[in-house]
């Protein structure tokens, strides 16, 4: 039974986040994102954002780099899953 302390209990959550990658150094890419699911079970759907290249592989600065390019509508870009998750790229029917 839901109650006022789950408001959010029947919202579903798009994480995007950009994937990090082990390199000699450590790793490279968004220390700070990553796959939520595990954590918070259902309502999470994860999305790995392999695009926006070289920009989301930069140690430390990749998870401000989100939404620094709004019109880059690549294939894995950030904005692509953006408008996919909204649906903004639906047509309304009459």
Excluded: E
């Amino acid at each position: 039974m839901l109650n006022n302390w789950s408001p959010f209990a029947v919202v579903r959550w798009t994480n995007l986040y950009f994937p990090y990658i082990p390199s000699f150094c450590g790793f490279l890419g968004d220390w700070f994102g990553g796959p939520l699911g595990r954590l918070f079970i259902s309502g999470v759907h994860d999305v790995p954002v392999r695009g926006n290249k070289p920009w989301r592989l930069v140690p430390g600065w990749a998870h401000s780099f989100y939404f620094n390019f709004p019109k880059t509508r690549c294939d894995d870009s950030v904005t692509r899953h953006l408008a996919d998750a909204l649906d903004l790229t639906a047509t309304l029917s009459d």
